[in-house]
């Protein structure tokens, strides 16, 4: 009877080590998975961003390019006196451009929406780096936009209040020759302040833009 007694229990004994092991087995390949889960869609972010970085960088340099003329019409009348400008040639800007606000942005949200549509942002182990990313797509991304939307209000109403200088005038005329130029350089300095607003918004962008790119090609590396 003890003979056979131990014989069932070790039969259990290595009935219930398979079960466990083959658990171990099947949790680590899921960890496995979630881990290249994880890589992908990190990479693909990565990608999305490094696509956006040109076209961040040309608004920005637009920006500045505006800036530089505003500043040469009249440097006392600009409220950018942080902002580093460059000396251009006035006759080389056509009126139109110095209250163009320039293309809206256009952030590639593949990855990321792929991401959060799926449920699975709980898999990225880095939380500050999932912090930054949700902090970028939530909340500066819309807020850039946002600040686009209110430059193009008020394009909209500098464009219906100058609509004939804006068509006809030269910069000089516009600006410098114009009997109501303290009024035209006050209308501007005010579209420029938002400008402005729209400039920073975009560098912080682009800033954190970097961090998050260099903090993935460190956990990439980190895996191979």
């Not at 251009?88 to 952030?107: C, E, H, K, Q, T």
């Not at 939530?138 to 807020?143: E, V």
């Not at 020759?177 to 729209?198: G, I, M, P, W």
Request: glycine share 4%; hydrophobic share 40%.
């Amino acid at each position: 009877m003890g003979k056979y007694f131990k014989y069932a229990v070790g039969e259990i004994l290595l009935v219930m080590i398979g079960i466990l092991l083959a658990l171990q087995v099947n949790n680590w390949n899921e960890t496995r998975k979630e881990r290249a889960l994880e890589l992908d869609y990190l990479i693909g972010i990565k990608n999305d961003l490094e696509n956006d970085l040109p076209q961040i960088e040309n608004r920005i340099n637009g920006i500045i390019r505006r800036f530089s003329a505003l500043r040469k019409i009249d440097s006392t009348s600009n409220p950018l006196s942080h902002i580093e400008t460059h000396d251009v040639s006035l006759d080389s800007i056509r009126l139109a451009y110095i209250f163009n606000r320039g293309p809206s942005m256009r952030f590639t949200m593949g990855s990321y929406t792929a991401l959060t549509t799926n449920a699975f942002a709980g898999l990225i182990q880095n939380t500050e780096l999932l912090q930054s990313i949700q902090d970028l797509y939530d909340i500066r991304y819309p807020g850039s936009l946002s600040v686009y939307e209110d430059l193009k209000r008020r394009e909209e109403y500098l464009g219906w209040k100058y609509a004939k200088d804006l068509k006809f005038s030269t910069i000089q005329a516009f600006f410098i020759d114009n009997t109501n130029k303290d009024e035209v350089l006050a209308d501007f300095s005010f579209y420029y302040r938002r400008q402005n607003t729209y400039h920073n918004q975009l560098i912080y962008d682009r800033d954190l833009m970097l961090k998050i790119i260099d903090t993935i090609n460190a956990e990439v590396n980190n895996r191979k």
